[in-house]
């Protein structure tokens, strides 16, 4: 995995599993969000092609969870519910540097394979917590693997385009930025 720096705590599956039903709004949001973030990714770098193929391979993924996600939803009686403000990710997108378009390419790699690692370590907190008999366990543990899939893909983007030691010296900034914010976020039934 990337390398998170700070562990959720048990407090979080506990807030999550309390109040499922809030999760499972804020999950299809957040879905639905990172598919049109790597969508805009694509758009907004026609020219670089191996970035388009990952980021509509990503973008066509994460939609397919966030029907899933709608399909859990509705047969539980539940609207899908309306976004509300995520303040670790308002965070994070403060974190990218916009005075220079390849810094900020690197920053949105950078940070989108961040948060992908932060979703694949709390994924695999909820399949671990659900019972054995829940089908959402095979449902999260599947999620698990394809947002360690996706941080990686956003990682590899990152090296092909610039040198490894700019990466891995931003990388580890944001990773420990990453931690505090994550820490200092209050916990709630949510993603983040």
């Known amino acids: 995995m990337l390398g998170l720096r ?24 957040n879905e639905r969000k990172v598919s049109q973030s790597a969508l805009m990714l694509a758009a907004n770098y ?4 191996e970035l388009v193929d990952l980021a509509i391979e990503i973008a066509g993924e994460e939609l397919d969870h966030f029907r899933a996600v709608w399909v859990i939803l509705k047969g539980r009686g539940l609207p899908l519910g309306f976004d509300t403000p995520d303040p670790y990710m308002k965070r994070m997108f403060a974190l ?35 019972p054995e008999s829940d089908p959402l366990k095979a449902f999260y543990l599947d999620l698990e693997r394809s947002e360690a899939r996706h941080h990686g893909h956003y990682l590899r983007l990152a090296k092909l385009y610039f040198p490894l030691p700019v990466v891995q010296s931003r990388l580890d900034e944001l990773l420990d ?3 505090e914010i994550a820490k200092t976020t209050p916990l709630r039934p949510a993603l983040h």
């Open 6 to 29: 700070w562990d959720t705590p048990p407090d979080w599956v506990t807030g999550v599993l309390s109040n499922f039903e809030v999760f499972l709004q804020d999950h299809a949001a």
């Open 96 to 130: 990218m540097r916009k005075r220079d378009v390849d810094e900020y390419l690197l920053d949105r790699l950078v940070v989108f394979s961040i948060v992908e690692a932060r979703g694949c370590e709390r994924f695999a907190l909820v399949a671990r917590a659900l």
């Open 46 to 49: 026609p020219t670089r092609s």
């Open 177 to 179: 930025t990453e931690a």
